[in-house]
């Protein structure tokens, strides 16, 4: 299954910004849904943002006009723009890849540490 990498996370000041960027293995077009989750301390995992592989986007009500999932071809990553970081967006954030049919897997990057603080 598909090997994510995921860079980008550190230390902001609130109504900063901070780019994440996932790198897959295999070509990100071919992968029926890739997204961002985060888990802060003592949290449920919970969805940020999707893409699907024709390009539709998803996003939490609470990230909404702040933050913008894209896919880079050249690069072959699904990056997150995080824009007026609040530090309720402290959290771990994960890349996540869903692909279905033959050959289905549910596969997770090994996180990167967002934290938002003055």
């Known amino acids: 299954q598909v090997q994510l990498v995921e860079s980008g996370g550190g230390l902001v000041q609130p109504g900063g910004s901070l780019r994440l960027s996932c790198a897959a293995s295999?070509?990100?077009?071919?992968?029926?849904?890739m997204g961002w989750f985060r888990q802060a301390s003592g949290k449920q995992r919970e969805m940020v943002a999707l893409?699907?592989?024709?390009?539709?986007?998803y996003y939490a009500d609470s990230v909404q006009g702040r933050f913008t999932i894209s896919r880079a071809r050249t690069k072959n990553t699904v990056d997150l723009q995080m824009n007026g970081l609040e530090p309720e967006d402290t959290a771990v954030y994960y890349c996540?890849?869903?692909?279905?049919?033959?050959?289905?897997?549910?596969?997770w990057g090994q996180g990167t540490q967002v934290t938002v603080s003055s």
């Open positions: 996540n890849a869903k692909r279905y049919g033959s050959g289905a897997y549910d596969s």
């Open positions: 893409i699907s592989n024709v390009g539709s986007t």
């Open positions: 295999e070509s990100i077009f071919d992968i029926n849904i």
